[in-house]
């Protein structure tokens, strides 16, 4: 059935009793051109795409859980494209292209809000390295604007932009084309898609192990049973080395735990994202009235997909600094995810040493914001055998080589990306 405000209003009259599953839950078939490992918003992108693009419809998406369980129900929701370097600026921008389309494209509406996104300013070299990557973003054609602190205190009447402040804010760098999407409808709107166009959409059956005959995998082995493949795509965010390692691969990839935060709902005050400069917290507010805030990473590798107290307090005091009218603002929950971070802080979109195994991963901080662009790049790749223009650089050779993306220059140590 197309959502529609016909339907709408059929169903309202009918008492909501015809509305069909939105996706099909078939068992699995003995075998698929292709099998997408991880049921998050990137392998169902990746399933859509590889349907709608390019009519592969002999797809299964695999997932172990619940789609949409992992890091794609967990983020903070925060959309953008204010990336410096090129191939980063070239992806994440046709994501953002995407976003718009969503909705519409899907036929679901997974509330994306172009509500803006600011990063603040609170030294001259902050502002400076702002003035940089917004020159490069402007340069790609990515709108990016400087706001002066007075037009920081008009957008944002609540922040601090006194004198008074801990680190004064100087001004900020917004996309106004970025923002927020609600994110599990973004897993439910792609499932629903795909399944719509034939992808079979398989939950609580997790890969387990794969069959490979010489340089190929022949069959994916899961808590199902076999399941043949002429070709197998792996989108699992933060378990990507260990479900890689089931293939034999070593990946340049640490895990980590990254949290996220929200408050009891309140009335509408911030209709924008704000990003504080001089620590790690961003923050927002959903449509239910909830502050939505994150902070940084634990700083040591873990598979604990659980919160703890001393980020908690690290974020909250980056949010206080910003916002102290919040100081009386009970905190209602906390949620973790695990995150793959790369050697350079970039993804890798590729093809691996096996012939017809690929991989989606190293999203880091921010693969939320990448899900259309990742899914159509991903899928290019595997229909071709071969990159889209988009993800060309997003190699797993590029650590051997020394072509490495590393936007913030922080290094080869995942945690700083
Ligand atoms: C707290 C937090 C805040 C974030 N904030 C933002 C943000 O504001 N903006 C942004 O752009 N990004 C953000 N991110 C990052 C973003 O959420 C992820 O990069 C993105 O959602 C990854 O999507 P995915 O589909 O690759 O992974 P996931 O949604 O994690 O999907 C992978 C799936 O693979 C499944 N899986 C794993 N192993 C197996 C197996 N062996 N067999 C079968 N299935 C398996 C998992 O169960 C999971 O459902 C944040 C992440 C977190 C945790």
């Known amino acids: ?12 009259l009918a008492d909501h009793r015809g509305w069909p599953q939105a996706w099909a839950s078939p068992e699995p078939k003995k075998t698929y051109d292709v099998i997408i490992v991880g049921g998050g918003g990137h392998g169902l992108a990746s399933a859509y795409y590889l349907a709608k693009n ?3 419809r002999n797809v299964a998406v695999l997932e172990k859980g619940w789609i949409g369980g992992g890091n794609t129900g967990r983020n903070t929701t925060i959309v953008r494209s204010n990336y410096m370097l090129d191939a980063n ?6 994501s953002l292209k995407l976003w718009h389309e969503l909705s519409a494209d899907l036929n679901y509406n997974v509330m994306f809000s172009p509500r803006g996104v600011i990063n603040l300013a609170h030294t001259e070299s902050q502002r400076d390295a702002y003035f940089r990557r917004g020159n490069a973003m402007r340069l790609n054609g990515i709108d990016a604007e400087w706001l002066t602190r007075e037009e920081v205190r008009r957008m944002v009447p609540l922040l601090d932009v006194s004198d008074r402040a801990r680190f004064p804010i100087l001004g900020g760098l917004i996309q106004r084309r970025g923002g927020t999407a609600r994110h599990d409808a973004v897993a439910w709107g792609y499932a629903r898609a795909a399944s719509n166009l034939g992808v079979d959409i398989i939950q609580n059956c997790e890969v387990t192990g794969f069959a490979i005959k010489g340089n190929r995998v022949t069959a994916v082995e899961t808590s199902r049973g076999t399941i043949e493949a002429a070709k197998v795509g792996v989108a699992v965010a933060g378990n990507s080395g260990r479900v890689a390692a089931m293939a034999g ?3 340049p990839i640490e895990s980590h735990v990254l949290q996220a935060f929200v408050s009891e709902p309140l009335k509408p005050m911030l209709d924008t994202v704000v990003t ?3 620590g790690h917290c961003y923050i927002s507010q959903s449509d239910k009235g909830e502050l939505v805030m994150g902070g940084d990473l634990d700083f040591y590798p873990s598979y604990a997909q659980k919160g703890n107290l001393p980020i908690l307090e690290d974020a909250i005091v980056g949010g ?9 603002v009970r905190m209602l929950r906390h949620w973790a995810g695990i995150m793959d971070m ?3 802080g970039s993804p890798i979109i590729a093809k691996t040493p096996l012939d017809n195994f690929y991989l989606n991963g190293g999203w880091c901080y921010g693969g939320f914001k990448a899900t259309p662009g990742s899914g159509w790049v991903f899928a290019h790749t595997i229909a071709h055998d071969a990159p889209h223009a988009l993800n060309r650089d997003f190699t797993l050779e590029r650590f051997d080589e020394g072509r490495v993306l590393d ?3 922080a290094g080869p140590v995942p945690q700083w990306h």
Do not use: C, N
Request: aromatic share 16%; hydrophobic share 45%; glycine share 8%.
């Open 342 to 344: 790369t050697l350079d």
């Open 276 to 278: 504080y400069g001089q």
């Open 407 to 409: 936007e913030k220059g």
């Open 320 to 328: 206080l600094q910003m916002f102290p009218m919040l100081s009386r």
């Open 1 to 12: 059935m197309r959502y529609s405000i016909f339907s709408l209003v059929r169903e309202a």
């Open 54 to 56: 390019h009519g592969i």
């Open 89 to 94: 600026a070239h992806f994440y921008e046709w």
């Open 249 to 251: 691969l070593t990946l």
